[in-house]
């Protein structure tokens, strides 16, 4: 069995992107076949494009930014995936699925299974969300979470993105009921994935950004 696994998405030309985001643009800038010296590349891409962490800012201006972190907030010791399959624009609200976390867990993962749909047209417009009340749930009963990851484009359904963005606010909002939850969105949950002793995630740091892509790496139990 594999110690390590990937928990994000390779960037590509063709990551998918939520609404109207621009697409991910990748260019040769120099190649050792045309008789270039070396091999480089750049790349365009918007900070919520391909797996990515949401940090307050991204709903509320005086909310930290993602670089305003310290290093260890982003390894969790306790990670807990629960599997919960959602149908096409079903909206994930509170119920039993709750009770399995626990409180030493300090990042939950939603493996819904739509990320065996992420080639497809569907993974956008067809994608689940999560209800605002998860997020208040979350945050008054299990104060110990940083962060909570899905295997969709985002925790707002692209069927309906007024509710999606009340659903950031729950996790987000810097005032609310203990501290905010952070979001990833777009991972990587990969079948017969095994229970996890530890999550690395490692954002992207730019500066003055509110939220980042990033690399998301799983260590066995």
Known sequence: MKRYYYLSHVITGKTPVYGKGAPVDITRVKTLSKGDSANTYKFAMG?????????????????????????????FKSPLVIRRR?????????????????????????????SRARNKNRYIQ?????HPEVGFYLRRHH?????????????????????????????????????????IEDMLLPNGLPPLSEVFVLPLRVEGIDSAPCTIIGRAA
């Not at 149908?87 to 939950?108: F, S």
């Not at 067809?126 to 999560?130: A, F, H, K, L, T």
């Not at 969709?152 to 987000?172: Q, W």
């Open 86 to 114: 959602l149908k096409k624009g079903e909206i994930l609200g509170n119920g039993e699925w709750l009770k399995q976390i626990r409180a030493r867990n300090d990042i939950l993962l939603l493996d819904t299974g739509w």
């Open 143 to 183: 104060p110990h979470l940083k962060a909570i990851g899905i295997d969709c484009i985002s925790i707002s359904s692209i069927k309906n993105r007024p509710l999606g963005r009340m659903a950031h606010k729950a996790f987000l909002n810097p005032r609310g009921v203990n501290k905010p939850i952070l979001i």
């Open 47 to 75: 900070n919520h494009a391909g797996t990515h962490i949401d940090a307050p800012n991204h709903f509320f201006k005086q909310g930290m930014k993602i670089s305003d972190y310290p290093a260890g907030y982003f390894i």
């Open 126 to 130: 067809e994608s689940p969300g999560i």
